[in-house]
T-cell receptor
Framework: GEDVEQSLFLSVREGDSSVINCTYT??????LYWYKQEPGAGLQLLTY?????DMKQDQRLTVLLNKKDKHLSLRIADTQTGDSAIYFC?????????????FGTGTRLLVSP | EAGVAQSPRYKIIEKRQSVAFWCNPI?????LYWYQQILGQGPKLLIQ????????DSQLPKDRFSAERLKGVDSTLKIQPAKLEDSAVYLC???????????????FGPGTRLLVL
């Protein structure tokens, strides 16, 4: 079945760039997503990329996709303390004919002043 | 527009008791999902509804979990009887897709935190 893996923890200083990495297994994935989860809250969609794209930029967020290596990354420029949260990578799975998301284990980002 | 609503936000029960969670999706959203998120893990899909029909319940422990979506709007997820390993956050999400056959953005509620003692 599908498997999505992420590193567990990342610590950066305020103002630095953060890069969160993800690997996935399903070569038929058509969309890949990044979600943010703050303490006590649900998941908030940050951005997504279609699998025929290499890069997508949205304000401070840059998503890079290496489809050959099945590697996805999220870069946050000028990281702020408010960016501290858990970030989930998810791949869209259409294998059953209906859409569903398969999530990674999440990367906890800690931003220190 | 209002987001996905869930209640209760927190629930503590003893093992072998029953519990029910409620979800109200975003108005007009045809597809509704229930996820289980165990501490330290990503969300795992339990069941997916398209209007009031089930399209995927392959990971739902059917001996103790049940869910329904009457009239294709609100949904309830029930656990009976609960086990210690059911302690988790139960997330509800919805998306607009009227056929559940396209990858559309899922919007998540705040979740219900369940602790089974």
């Amino acid at each position: 079945g599908e498997d999505v893996e992420q590193s567990l923890f990342l610590s950066v200083r305020e103002g630095d760039s953060s890069v969160i990495n993800c690997t996935y297994t399903d070569s038929s994935s058509t969309y890949l997503y990044w979600y943010k989860q703050e303490p006590g809250a649900g998941l908030q969609l940050l951005t997504y990329i279609f699998s025929n794209m290499d890069m997508k930029q949205d304000q401070r967020l840059t998503v890079l996709l290496n489809k050959k290596d099945k590697h996805l990354s999220l870069r946050i420029a000028d990281t702020q303390t408010g960016d501290s949260a858990i970030y989930f990578c998810a791949e869209g799975d259409m294998n059953t004919g209906f859409q569903k998301l398969v999530f990674g284990t999440g990367t906890r980002l800690l931003v220190s002043p | 527009e209002a987001g996905v609503a869930q209640s209760p936000r927190y629930k503590i029960i003893e093992k072998r008791q029953s519990v029910a969670f409620w979800c109200n999706p975003i108005s007009g959203h045809a597809t509704l999902y229930w996820y289980q998120q165990i501490l330290g893990q990503g969300p795992k899909l339990l069941i997916q509804f398209q209007n009031n029909g089930v399209v995927d319940d392959s990971q739902l422990p059917k001996d103790r979990f049940s869910a329904e979506r009457l009239k294709g709007v609100d949904s309830t997820l029930k656990i009976q009887p609960a086990k210690l390993e059911d302690s988790a956050v139960y997330l509800c999400a919805s998306s607009l897709d009227r056929e559940a056959r396209r990858l559309e953005t899922q919007y998540f509620g705040p979740g219900t935190r369940l602790l089974v003692l």
